[in-house]
C-alpha cells in the first residue's frame, strides 16, 4: 500500500509540474505577444515624433531666416485656404 501511495503522488505531481509548464509557457508567449505590439506602438510613436521635429526645425528654420512672409503665407494657404486671386487650385481627389 505504502508503494501505491508513492505512486498516487508522483502521477500528482507530474500532473502539476506539466500544468505549472502549460501555465509558464503560456504566459511566455502571451508576454512576448505584448512586448511585439509595444514595440510596434514606439516605432509608429517615434515616427510621429521624428514628422513633428521635422516640422519644429522647419518653422524655426523660417522665423530665423526673416522669412516671416513666407511662414505667414504658408499658414493662410494651409489653415485658412486663401488663395491669389488669379490663382487656380486644382484638388486631386484620389490623393486622400
Known amino acids: 500500500m505504502a ?3 508513492k505512486k498516487r503522488r508522483s502521477v500528482i505531481l507530474r500532473i502539476l509540474l506539466l500544468a505549472f509548464a502549460v501555465y509558464t509557457a503560456f504566459s511566455l508567449v502571451s ?5 511585439v505590439s509595444a514595440k510596434k506602438e514606439l516605432s509608429e510613436k517615434q515616427a510621429i515624433l521624428s514628422e513633428k521635429k521635422a516640422r519644429i526645425n522647419e518653422l524655426n528654420d ?3 531666416n526673416g522669412k516671416e512672409k513666407e511662414l505667414i503665407e504658408k499658414a493662410a ?3 485658412l485656404g486663401y ?3 488669379d490663382e487656380q487650385i486644382y484638388i486631386d481627389p484620389s490623393a486622400d
Not at 31 to 35: H, N, T, Y
Open 3 to 5: 508503494a501505491e501511495g
Open 83 to 85: 488663395v491669389y486671386p
Open 62 to 64: 523660417l522665423l530665423e
Open 31 to 35: 508576454l512576448q505577444m505584448e512586448l
Open 77 to 79: 494657404r494651409d489653415r
